[in-house]
T-cell receptor, first 113, second 114 residues
């Protein structure tokens, strides 16, 4: 699986937007960009995914660079409940290992009240 | 909705004992997975299953056995538990293996081997 690079930690204030970056310079044309998060003492939770175009859902937005070598997860108004480890993961559409997620260390997001 | 459930949530066992962690999903998802999470290693895939009676090894399969006689269940057995298997275990499922599909995780089983 292609690798991703994320900052180890980020901090935000409640009700402010948060931009979580992810670099994936070796991404292939068939790799989907997935974001999961893990709240304390819970299993990972799906946030959003995309291939080429920017994506929005009720939880977040995903902005994908034109060259696809980086992406940004955007939380529009951070809440205390958004404090978690955020994982940026690439999944190959066409490869034999497309069934699985390979987790890196992720970004620990702290939200201050 | 029940979704994906794991049992037991917490377990303490002794070295050498056999332990089985249960995983049950109510969505009839084809794919199921077992991950373990340790400090400093993140989540690592132990075993996965593409369908009933089809299983395969992941990144760290040694010391573990899985079976999948029914689509909805995917038990993980530690045949002879060791202290290095102290970890948090997460079961997950996905409708298909397609990389656009979401993977759903259970809440985890905390296992301590003493």
């Amino acid at each position: 699986d292609a690798k991703t690079t994320q900052p180890n930690s980020m901090e935000s204030n409640e009700e402010e937007p948060v931009h979580l970056p992810c670099n994936h310079s070796t991404i292939s044309g068939t790799d989907y960009i997935h974001w999961y998060r893990q709240l304390p003492s819970q299993g990972p939770e799906y946030v959003i995914h995309g291939l080429t175009s920017n994506v929005n859902n009720r939880m977040a937005s995903l902005a994908i660079a034109e060259d696809r070598k980086s992406s940004t997860l955007i939380l529009h108004r951070a809440t205390l409940r958004d404090a978690a480890v955020y994982y940026c993961i690439l999944r190959d559409e066409g490869g034999g290992s497309n069934y699985k997620l390979t987790f890196g260390k992720g970004t620990l997001l702290t939200v201050n009240p | 909705d029940a979704g994906i459930t794991q049992s037991p949530r917490y377990k303490i066992t002794e070295t050498g004992r056999q332990v089985t962690l249960m995983c049950h999903q109510t969505w009839s998802h084809s794919y199921m997975f077992w991950y373990r999470q340790d400090l400093g290693h993140g989540l690592r895939l132990i075993y996965y299953s593409a369908a009933a009676d089809i299983t395969d090894k992941g990144e760290v399969p040694d010391g573990y056995v899985v079976s999948r006689s029914k689509t909805e269940n995917f038990p993980l057995t530690l045949e002879s538990a060791t202290r290095s298997q102290t970890s948090v275990y997460f079961c997950a499922s996905s409708k298909t293996g397609n990389s656009g599909n979401t993977i759903y995780f259970g809440e985890g089983s905390w296992l301590t081997v003493v």
